[in-house]
């Protein structure tokens, strides 16, 4: 089961389009695409700079107002979606 | 040799190809790139309409381009830069010419050569081909993104028809996009080939012209009436990544490049979803919220 302490990573055919609000990610292998909103998105950022999960659920709580159980829950839930279609990998 | 020159690019083909006739210049052949080679590595499958049929459609890495092999057709070489479309197998409809293969090329390889071929070969060369109609109202162009049956066919020719001598058609179904620091600019000058001969919109218009905004329609309920909403910059990008042609056949570099172009593009330029009743009383409101954006 995942959680804040695994370590992830994004493999090289995943792009992402920059500077938009909203993120677009393209899985390169598939040739799908995924959108991701505004924190979404702030996530993504901070696992492309290599940001450990906990770290990222600290930034987030931090910046957005967000109740720290829903927020733990809505990052998984993502990070789990991610996994499932190849747009991150485990270490 | 006919040379000539869709969406602002030049192609030499071997033999005439009546589509791109509005599009004809005078020119010699560039030296020519590697030859190709036998395909090493299938990059996509899919199915595609071509030729009044549904079709499978394959692209194969065959270095240094790209094979481009549809059932019941002749195959396409594309050179990696998109400068040349080499046909380099023939069907056996027409008696061979001097290389082997048909003197002219069939209906269907003209079909899928101004079609996936040439659709492939821009967007080598950067520039991509959106499923869009398009119109110009007093020199701002809009293009209309959707999905089959959506009526953005239907749209713009209505706007151009002769009653609205201030609206002109640019595009009925494809439109070739690139983008720069300069802004966004689209290429008329490409077949429309749901449209004859006659109809063609790109032969009297300029070779490019800045597209001002891109609208995406949306089915209205039955009672709706007509409403224009501002897409946020994610979502303008997923609707430029859904609406561009030849996406399947794009190999894992091009789709990045692809994928760059939707981003860039959603920035500079304003999108909208576009609630679009197909009801000829609400054409007018239509109208008048189009021309409320520019």
């Not at chain 2, 210049?25 to 080679?37: H, K, M, R």
């Not at chain 2, 070779?207 to 039955?222: F, W």
Request: glycine share 8%; net charge negative; charged share 20%.
């Amino acid at each position: 089961m995942l959680t804040l302490d695994a370590a992830l990573h994004i493999p090289d055919y995943v792009m992402s389009t920059t500077d938009n609000e909203d993120i677009v990610l393209l899985n390169a292998q598939t040739n799908q695409y995924y959108a991701l909103d505004e924190v979404g998105a702030r996530l993504w950022g901070l696992l492309k700079d290599g940001k450990p999960l906990r770290e990222i659920y600290q930034v987030l709580l931090d910046e957005y107002e967000v109740v720290p159980v829903q927020l733990e829950q809505d990052i998984l839930e993502l990070l789990n979606h991610l996994l499932e279609n190849g747009l991150v990998e485990s270490v | 040799m006919a040379c000539y020159r869709p969406a602002g690019q030049d192609f030499y083909f071997a033999c005439p190809v009546p589509e791109l006739a509005p599009f004809e210049i005078s020119g010699s052949q560039p030296a020519t790139e590697a030859p190709p080679v036998a395909p090493a590595v299938l990059l996509s499958r899919t199915v595609g309409w071509v030729g009044g049929e549904q079709r499978e459609v394959e692209s194969w890495f065959a270095p240094p381009g790209t094979l481009l092999k549809v059932a019941g057709g002749s195959s396409f070489y594309i050179a990696p830069s998109g400068r040349a479309i080499v046909r380099v197998e023939g069907t056996k409809e027409t008696a061979p010419g001097d290389s082997g293969l048909p003197a002219q090329l069939t209906a269907l390889d003209r079909e899928i050569l101004v079609g996936p071929a040439l659709v492939l070969a821009l967007a080598l060369r950067g520039v991509w081909c959106l499923h869009a109609s398009a119109v110009i109202w007093r020199g701002h162009s809009i293009a209309f993104l959707g999905e089959s049956g959506q009526g953005k066919s239907t749209l713009a020719a209505c706007l151009a028809d002769a009653g609205r001598p201030d609206w002109r058609l640019v595009a009925d179904d494809i439109l070739p996009v690139t983008d720069s620091k300069a802004g966004v600019d689209s290429w008329p000058h490409f077949p429309q080939l749901k449209l004859s001969m006659q109809a063609q919109p790109g032969p009297g218009l300029p070779e490019h012209i800045p597209l001002d905004r891109i609208c995406v329609l949306a089915h209205a309920g039955k009672d709706e009436n007509p409403d224009l909403l501002s897409l946020a910059s994610g979502q303008a990008v997923e609707m430029l990544l859904r609406h561009t042609a030849g996406t399947r056949l794009f190999d894992p570099a091009l789709l990045g490049n692809h994928l760059a172009f939707c981003g860039r593009v959603a920035r500079q330029i304003p999108f909208y979803r576009l609630v679009y009743p197909h009801r000829k009383e609400a054409l007018a409101k239509v109208q008048e919220l189009l021309e409320s954006l520019c």
